[in-house]
């Protein structure tokens, strides 16, 4: 995006760095890495950095407002509620789409958000082995607000792990094995010395949880949750089971909160009206459909990872749909081809990390990951034939 720095970093690429980038990312955990890492990173200038943190700050506003819990209400489905939920989640990640408008303007729009983690180990690794191999001008900071690696592995060890002892506190996820982020969760358990555990090896005595690590039965007093319910829900019989567990009273502490999935997602972008957030109607409160229904998108309230959305909707699409409330027509932004490939020009989104620590009365930008794409979609899976596409992360002039 800085036309200056673009051309820098491509006239000096060369696909032998590039390989050894990939490999060092996996050189510690081999076969972790379960996705597609792009060919370059993203560069940021000022003023568009600018734009993305005043959307993200406008959000927090409405998150921080007194009526929210109000309109939020519905926001969790009956059978996701889980008990003693927080005041407000430790984790906040906004999508932004790099886009044009009319006028051929970039702007960002949001695309969504959640009140979940999300890769924040990984791309510590990814930023310092990026600029082992790359050329990443010194001015440029994948961190955000003055946060660099020292300072921001702080703030997630003060919020993860809090005042416990590493080993009662987990990285609660279902088969971690077998997800692709995996990778994250390796360099989760050595940057926070906590230990990645499956909704199945959970052991349940009273309100207390229990898992064996290193064959002592040791207890669970605060949990890094990274289940999605969506995800637990789609499991065999044995594991849906096992996960009810989640919803019953437990001595333990959560971070965050798995009901700030819900309250923090699809479901908040009606309330929202920003010139970087797509105009956004539940469904079931639409009066008529629009006759420009081409320039719309359908989505599952409850669905994540980009699955059961309807890119191309028409009429039926829409009377079609037994559950309105449980959808969102949202107005389709335009992707910018803005990043500079040897072939056609990619499009760009970036997550931006907001952490917020007990005490603080706002979360706070802390760092980012980012994806490129070819596709029509922008996740990893929807660009398996192409090259500089991918995961990768966002460098933003200071």
Same mark, same amino acid.
Not at 145 to 161: A, H, M, Q, R
Not at 223 to 228: F, G, M, S, T
Not at 291 to 311: R, T
Not at 380 to 398: L, M, P, Q, S
């Given at each position: ?6 051309? @820098? ?9 590039? =390989? ?18 792009? $060919? ?17 700050? #406008?959000?927090?506003? &409405?998150?921080?407002?007194? @009526?929210?819990?109000?309109?939020? +209400? ?9 008990? =003693? ?20 303007? #970039? ?8 009140? /979940?983690? *999300? ?17 990443? %001008? ?19 060890? $003060?919020?993860?792990?809090? !005042?416990?002892? %590493? =080993? ?11 997800? !692709? *982020?995996?990778?994250? /969760? ?8 906590? !230990? ?19 064959? &002592? ?6 949990? #890094?949750?990274?289940?999605? /319910? ?13 996960? +009810?567990?989640?919803? =019953? ?30 105009? *956004?109607? /539940? ?36 009377? @079609?749909? !037994? ?21 056609? %020009? ?38 398996? @034939? ?5 995961? *990768? ?6």
């Amino acid at each position: 995006m800085v036309p200056s720095v673009r051309e @820098d970093f491509n006239n000096k690429f060369t696909a032998e760095h590039y =390989e050894q980038y990939v490999e060092d990312l996996s050189a510690s955990y081999p076969d972790a890495l379960q996705f597609r890492i792009a $060919e370059t990173p993203i560069f940021i200038g000022k003023e568009f950095k600018v734009k993305i943190l005043s959307a993200c700050e #406008y959000i927090v506003d &409405v998150i921080t407002d007194k @009526d929210f819990a109000k309109k939020s +209400k519905n926001a969790i489905p009956a059978d996701c509620n889980v008990p =003693e939920q927080t005041a407000f989640p430790e984790f906040i990640a906004f999508d932004f789409g790099i886009c044009q408008d009319e006028e051929g303007n #970039y702007n960002p729009q949001l695309i969504e958000m959640q009140g /979940f983690p *999300t890769l924040f180990a990984f791309q510590m690794v990814q930023d310092l082995t990026a600029r082992k191999y790359f050329n990443i %001008p010194d001015n440029y900071s994948a961190y955000l607000n003055g946060f660099d690696k020292t300072t921001y592995l702080s703030l997630l060890k $003060e919020i993860i792990v809090g !005042k416990h002892a %590493p =080993e009662n506190v987990i990285l609660l996820e279902v088969l971690p094995h077998q997800q !692709k *982020t995996r990778i994250d /969760f390796c360099y989760t358990e050595e940057y926070l010395g906590i !230990k990645t555990v499956c909704i199945t090896e959970l052991i349940k005595e009273g309100n207390q949880l229990f898992y064996i690590l290193n064959g &002592v039965k040791t207890r669970v007093e605060r949990i #890094y949750n990274r289940i999605i /319910f969506d995800d637990l829900q789609k499991q065999s019989e044995d594991i849906q089971e096992k996960g +009810k567990i989640l919803l =019953e009273n437990l001595d333990v502490e959560w971070v965050p909160h798995p009901n700030w999935f819900y309250l923090l997602s699809k479901y908040t972008l009606p309330f929202l009206n920003h010139p970087a957030i797509p105009q *956004t109607w /539940f469904l079931n409160a639409l009066f008529s459909i629009p006759e420009d229904l081409e320039n719309y998108v359908l989505k599952p309230l409850f669905s994540f990872s980009g699955q059961g959305v309807i890119i191309d909707v028409t009429p039926e699409d829409i009377t @079609d749909i !037994k559950d309105p409330e449980n959808w969102i027509l949202q107005r389709k932004v335009k992707y910018a081809e803005i990043i500079k490939t040897p072939d056609a %020009p990619a499009k760009a989104e970036i997550r931006v990390f907001y952490c917020w620590k007990e005490g603080a009365l706002r979360p706070v930008a802390t760092c980012n990951l980012a994806r490129l794409s070819k596709g029509k979609m922008i996740g990893v899976r929807y660009n398996k @034939d192409h090259d500089w596409v991918g995961g *990768t992360i966002a460098y933003f002039e200071e």
